[in-house]
């Protein structure tokens, strides 16, 4: 969501930073329809003032006994009160409009993000680790699986893009995770939160994944929503909120299942875990000040590079071109995983910089320790990290020759003593 006054003041550094993201230019419009929506409200007003002098005179005509100035004062008020009622339905619906437009336009990049349409024009920032030396032939995480991996039965029960994670590989998910949590809280700094997976409009529309993204997510028959991600209820914490800058940065974590309908990636990905209908996250959220953001962004990014790290998995770390990037976005650094059965990186963490975008639909403020009012906080948010895929890296890169999996050392106290995960009979 977009300042007004900041368009009316610079409506050349939005267009271009809109075009950027491949839109035409929007500022003429919505600046003219903020021109006759302000037309109306000062003409309200002064209707307003009308009608509130007028009544007052009201009193003073029957007090003199005028009766027919009374008289005609009150048809004026009347008639004052009608074209009032009407001015307000425009302004009202003019309004609406203007707010139906803005929520509906992402984000502007950064100075610093890279111009281009898409993937192919993101820019690798640096890599970490080596892929592992494997003189055999490579398998894929669902080949390794095998049964313990049951795709056939949770396409039985739920259709396609659902898995069945059972024995070892149920207790590998759950290793991941809880080491996952486990370093953010305890070496981070960050609060674990187990927050609501259901949601109403309002929490969607303030991370905007509402309106633009209604046909990607899963609603419930009562008009709740189903998360596509732990950063809807984790950002809405701060919802409706004056924090005192003293208290910021908060930083929040959690480990949740996650929704999405994948409705824009039909055809992509359809073998194995690597895009579901389900899966799970550890979401990292941060609320900080405005001078502070770019600061926490690297901070933030590198919590979720210390996960591959301590699990030794070979990543790069990618910025995204303005083409690429996520709506809400200002900035974001993506994760990329090496996967040897593919031969290729593959996205494991999103790491974005929003600014003031989804504190302003959240309406979520903080009292600066000097100076008077408010202002916006900024949020932040990324993966720390998606859970599934984390399993399918560690599948693949710690698979021997025998189909056998080799439990990384960060995860073993996690796996009750299992220091492999033998291969499918």
Known sequence: MFDLKQIRNDPAAFDKGWAARGLTPQSAEILAQDEEHRKLLTELQSLQQRRNAASKEIGGAKKAGDEAKAQQLMDEVNTIKDTMADLEGKANELGSRIDEVLSGLPNIPAGDVPLGDDEDANVEVRQWGTSPPMEFDTQA?????GARM???AAARMSGARFVALKGPFARLE????????DLHTSEFGYTEVVPPMLVRDQAMYGTAQLPKFADDQYRTTDDFWLIPTAEVPLTNLVREQILEEEALPLRFTAYTPCFRQEAGAAGRDTRGMIRQHQFSKVELVSITT????EEEHEFLTSCAEAVLQRLDLHYRVMVLCSGDMGFSARKTYDLEVWMPSQKTYREISSCSLCGDFQARRMGARYRPTEGKGTQFVH???????AVGRTLIAVVENYQNADGSIDIPDALKPYMGGLNRIEPVE
């Open 141 to 145: 995480h669902d080949d390794l699986g």
């Open 174 to 181: 759950r290793a991941i995770a809880s080491f996952m949590l």
């Open 379 to 385: 949020t932040l948010n990324g993966s720390g990290l």
């Open 290 to 293: 405005p001078d502070k953001g």
């Open 150 to 152: 049951d795709f056939e």
